[in-house]
Each structure stands twice: as structure tokens, then as C-alpha cells.
């Protein structure tokens, strides 16, 4: 099932706020399997203050936590739970995470994750992400559900 959200809806699925709310849209789900969202890399993000003052790069681990949130986005979704219902999902692993391309202000990522698995309240995912259609990361990655 294709279904999008807007940065409003998204706010109802993660926790996430100003300045560590990684997703600004998304683009396609499919229930319990995969989806896609978008992340706008701009000059204003916080990040770039120090990483790196005259070269601004977005650091790896926050394109991973992108990653992570869109998993979270899948899985509240899959699930029908939000934060506000006394639901949280954790960063629990990640495994082969490699990094192959500078992502910089003016890119957009876009985030695709898939699930491998999900059995109980742990969800193992793939992730990857990309600036147009070369690959900047990839990555497994599980998270951890708690609360309700």
C-alpha cells in the first residue's frame, strides 16, 4: 500500500523534536515491510555549526538516526501506536553500517528501510540512504519496543 505523510502527521508518529527530528516527509509505505522518506540537508541544521565549521558535512551517526527514525515511522505505523500511547522504540543494534559518500547542505536524502524481521517488540531492519541515486549509507539496524 502506497501511503505518504507530511512533516504534521509524522510529528503524531515519532518523539523526535527540534533539532533532532530527522524526517521531513514520507513518501511510501508498505505496512509491516518497508518505506521511504525524505530528509532536506540544509545549512541551517545545527550540527553543521561544528562539523565541520569550513566544510560542512551532516555526520554519519545522525544519517543513521535518520535511518532509525523512518524504521520508527514503520513500525508505529505497522503497529498502530504513537508515543503518545505509552509506546517507545528504541535504538537497540546496528551492524554493518558503511558510509560511501559526503552528505552536505543542499542534498536530499532519501531514506529507504525494509524489514528482515520483526518478532515481538524487536524489529530488525535494512536501511540505506541516498543523495539522488548514489548511495551514501547503508546499514542493519534493530530497534526496541517498550511501553503499552
Not at 60 to 82: C, F, P, R
Not at 100 to 127: A, F, N, Y
Amino acid at each position: 500500500m502506497n501511503y505518504a505523510m507530511d512533516i504534521h502527521e509524522i510529528l503524531k508518529y515519532l518523539p523526535h523534536r527540534y533539532p533532532f527530528m530527522l524526517i521531513d516527509r514520507v513518501l511510501k509505505i508498505d505496512m509491516g515491510k518497508s518505506l521511504v522518506a525524505l530528509k532536506n540537508v540544509t545549512m541551517n541544521e545545527s550540527f553543521f555549526t561544528g562539523h565541520f565549521p569550513s566544510r560542512p558535512v551532516m555526520p554519519g551517526v545522525l544519517i543513521l538516526e535518520a535511518m532509525a527514525q523512518a524504521g520508527g515511522v514503520l513500525a508505529y505505523k505497522s503497529t498502530n501506536t504513537t508515543p503518545e500511547s505509552g509506546v517507545l522504540y528504541y535504538f537497540a543494534g546496528i551492524d554493518n553500517a558503511r558510509f560511501r559518500r559526503i552528505v552536505e547542505p543542499g542534498d536530499q536524502l532519501r531514506l529507504e528501510v525494509t524489514v528482515l524481521r520483526s518478532k515481538r517488540d524487536i524489529w530488525k531492519l535494512e536501511g540505506r540512504a541516498y543523495v539522488d541515486d548514489e548511495l551514501a549509507c547503508s546499514a542493519e539496524f534493530m530497534s526496541a519496543r517498550k511501553g503499552e
